[in-house]
């Protein structure tokens, strides 16, 4: 059988390009394709012969030494000539060649370039108690990683598209042969990604996206605590080929509180009184979140006593009902008496002595 030259089966010229050859395999690949034409062995030999001409062509080194010698592949090749080392052919290159030219025909998914989620963001928020309590609308200011609006992030300039990477010819890894080992490495000139961009964005670089700013409002709901994460969907940053973003979350933190100390949905405070109350009892004014509440004070109350208000506290996060106040009373010890004071106060030591005497003496 007499070898057709491999320009010839591609329908090209001795000067094509490289994308030329490669427009012309696509077209020609597509129609003769195995898969396209069952059960027509013509068909199939003829895909073949177009294949192994488009894998001479398209590397510079192997199209060289074929324009020089006439040599073609294969061990006793189409007119049974014996090629060099240098076009030796393996299956399963053609195997990788084949999957990603054809990925537009047969969906072929290593041909697409992975899509992947962005990564999620965190934003420190402190809050007053109040606004933990009644909850609260705040506004954050975030940063972040967003598409290039200029060049909608394909890191190109506007107008020009990615050029295919003439070191891996769009693969994006190369191979070699060590002994009896195939060694595959990434493409060291795209860095893997099998095209370069010649002509950048001049707004993001060639990046494909920007660091902005953007203010954000969201929404503090009542009965938050220290550490409460609020997330807020796909506000985090961009995805990588055409991945959702990620998620931002506002961690809370709360500011210290003047009058009041949390735990969990309780709050503690204190309150001192004079110590005559504390003897006779009473209506006292309380403390809370929302404004003073007078209540009952009962004769008696030593220092330390603990007053429970209920449903004085911290509304229950995401439920119903709010936790309690705690008071813990304590009593005030006048410091500047008085004359009368002082006087009154030894008749009350008089009169309080003479009543345990008596209580003594009738047991």
Do not use: W
Not at 320 to 332: C, N, P
């Amino acid at each position: 059988m007499v070898k057709r030259d491999y320009y010839d089966l591609l329908g090209i010229d001795h000067l094509a390009t490289t994308e030329e050859i490669k427009r012309a395999y696509r077209r020609l690949a597509h129609q003769f394709h195995p898969d396209k034409n069952p059960g027509n062995p013509a068909a199939e030999e003829h895909f073949r012969r177009i294949t192994e001409a488009y894998e001479i062509l398209q590397d510079a080194q192997k199209r060289a030494a074929y324009d020089r010698y006439g040599f073609f592949r294969g061990s006793r090749g189409f007119g049974g000539f014996t090629e060099p080392e240098e076009f030796s052919f393996r299956k399963n290159h053609f195997d990788g060649v084949f999957e990603e030219l054809f990925a537009d025909f047969f969906q072929n998914p290593r041909r697409r370039q992975k899509k992947s989620r962005g990564a999620d963001l965190r934003y420190n928020l402190e809050i007053s108690l109040e606004e933990a309590a009644f909850g609260a609308e705040r506004e954050i200011k975030v940063t972040r990683r967003s598409v290039c609006l200029l060049c909608q992030g394909s890191r190109c300039a506007p107008g020009t598209t990615p050029t295919t990477c003439p070191a891996c010819r769009g693969y994006s890894f190369l191979r070699s042969q060590r002994g009896f080992f195939v060694v595959e490495t990434t493409c060291e000139r795209c860095q893997g990604e099998g095209e370069i961009i010649v002509h950048p964005c001049p707004k993001c670089k060639g990046i494909g996206h920007l660091k902005i700013s953007r203010l954000l409002r969201i929404n503090i709901p009542p009965g938050v605590d220290y550490g409460t994460r609020l997330r807020l969907g796909r506000e985090g940053e961009m995805g990588r080929n055409g991945g959702l973003p990620g998620d931002l979350y506002v961690i809370i933190s709360i500011k210290k509180h003047a009058l009041f100390t949390r735990l969990g949905n309780d709050l503690r405070g204190q309150i001192s009184i004079p110590f005559y109350q504390a003897l006779t009892g009473g209506e006292i004014e309380i403390p809370t979140l929302e404004g003073k509440i007078r209540v009952k004070l009962p004769a008696k109350t030593p220092a330390g006593k603990i007053l429970t208000i209920k449903e004085q506290g911290m509304p229950i996060l995401h439920g119903s009902g709010r936790g309690d106040l705690h008071i813990t009373v304590g009593v005030e010890i006048p410091q500047n008496l008085s004359k009368s004071q002082r006087e009154m106060l030894d008749q009350f030591r008089r009169l309080s002595q003479e009543g345990q005497d008596s209580g003594k003496q009738s047991s």
